[in-house]
């Protein structure tokens, strides 16, 4: 919006082509971000304890989070208002990617809304049914898949590009779609499931972010995406902007997540946070990197299925608990340990993923 106005003023005075530069919008899409979740976390926080909308915690679970009961939930509205913000403030508004990313984003924090609201506000323990959940999560999953296939203007936005390899670039025609529909719904997925812990799913969707929108810079460049080797993305680039108020965002609201949290994000914000990774993901073709990236999502995801396989299959569970961040709770871990090492395991996780930028 701003970037229109910029564009305008620019012909009068030419201080305003600063505007241009994505480097400088991202770096104000940061701040903007930061600075909305700072000034509206504890208007939301206050808000959210006056209406009584605090977590319910699992009996059954580590004992330690007993006292967690009550504290406000459904934070991930906060989130998602910085993101949007700053992004329709600092963004290209013309640029289709943007809207992909915009939407797809808002679309799954609905979704998350209505199963925190049910659970939360109306008391209804299972929140929204699971076949409705995914019945919506596939259809905006499919729908920015779809979106994006028929948009398409070169080959290279629907090949699959693997990582280590020069010249290995699969034209998947309508397998596209099966692929997008996965790493959207199942990232959105695997970031709810790592919502466990005070601040274990944001600083690494926030890390990963800042890794994707990198990555989103390169494949936008066509100099860059030609000396990395990488798909050549036209108008990718723009997503720096979004990828930039996301970790405003996520360190605004990480502020008042972090241990002992004062508020939790909920679905709200999971959901919404893992699918926005997942289209992002998806534009630049980098879906194998992100699998990479997102190696704690990828893990906690797969201890669920191996638990629940293994208890139907055998009647034994393999883990304690899951997801496994519960499992090492249970062995004795204290909570800011978890947590501390999950991220520090996602910052080597993200290392390696730009890594193979170059690793060609």
């Known amino acids: ?155 290279q936005e629907t090949q699959l590009f693997v990582p280590f390899f020069k010249n290995i670039a699969w034209s998947m025609g309508p397998l596209y779609l099966v692929l997008t529909y996965f790493v959207i719904v199942g990232a959105s997925n695997a970031v709810n499931l790592t919502d466990g812990l005070d601040g274990l799913a944001i600083l690494p969707s926030v890390m990963v972010g800042s890794a994707l929108g990198i990555i989103a810079y390169l494949s936008g460049n066509v100099e860059f995406s030609r000396y990395l080797n990488i798909a050549y993305i036209p108008g990718a680039g723009e997503l720096v902007v979004f990828c930039a108020a996301l970790v405003g965002a996520g360190l605004g609201f990480l502020w008042f997540n972090t241990y002992p949290a004062q508020v939790f994000m909920g679905d709200v914000g999971s959901l919404a946070l893992g699918a926005a990774l997942g289209v992002i993901a998806v534009i630049t073709r980098h879906e194998i990197v992100f699998f990479i990236m997102g190696g704690i999502f990828v893990l906690e995801t797969v201890s669920v299925i191996l638990q629940v396989a293994s208890f139907k299959l055998t009647g034994k569970r393999i883990f304690r608990m899951a997801p496994i961040h519960h499992h090492f709770e249970l062995k004795g871990w204290p909570e800011p340990r978890v947590i501390v090492r999950f991220w520090i395991i996602t910052i080597i996780l993200v290392l390696v993923g730009l890594a193979t930028l170059k690793l060609r």
Do not use: C
């Not at 530069?21 to 104000?28: E, P, Q, T």
């Not at 976390?41 to 007993?66: A, E, F, K, N, Y």
């Not at 600092?90 to 939407?103: A, E, H, K, P």
């Not at 929140?127 to 398409?152: D, E, H, I, N």
């Open 1 to 155: 919006m701003l970037l229109i106005v910029a564009n305008w003023l620019s012909e009068y005075i030419s201080a305003f082509q600063v505007f241009n530069y994505l480097s400088m919008r991202a770096i104000l899409g940061v701040l903007t971000a930061l600075t909305i979740a700072l000034i509206m976390g504890p208007v939301m926080i206050r808000r959210l304890v006056d209406r009584q909308i605090g977590q319910t915690v699992r009996t059954d679970g580590p004992q330690s989070h007993l006292s967690k009961s009550g504290t406000p939930t459904m934070g991930g509205g906060l989130i998602l208002m910085s993101v949007g913000v700053s992004t329709l403030l600092w963004g290209d508004l013309s640029n289709r990617f943007v809207w992909t990313v915009l939407i797809t984003t808002f679309a799954f924090g609905a979704i998350g809304w209505v199963d925190d609201y049910r659970k939360v506000v109306e008391k209804n323990s299972r929140g929204l049914p699971a076949r409705w959940k995914y019945l919506w999560q596939s259809v905006f999953g499919l729908g920015a898949g779809l979106f994006l296939y028929y948009t398409a203007q070169t080959p």
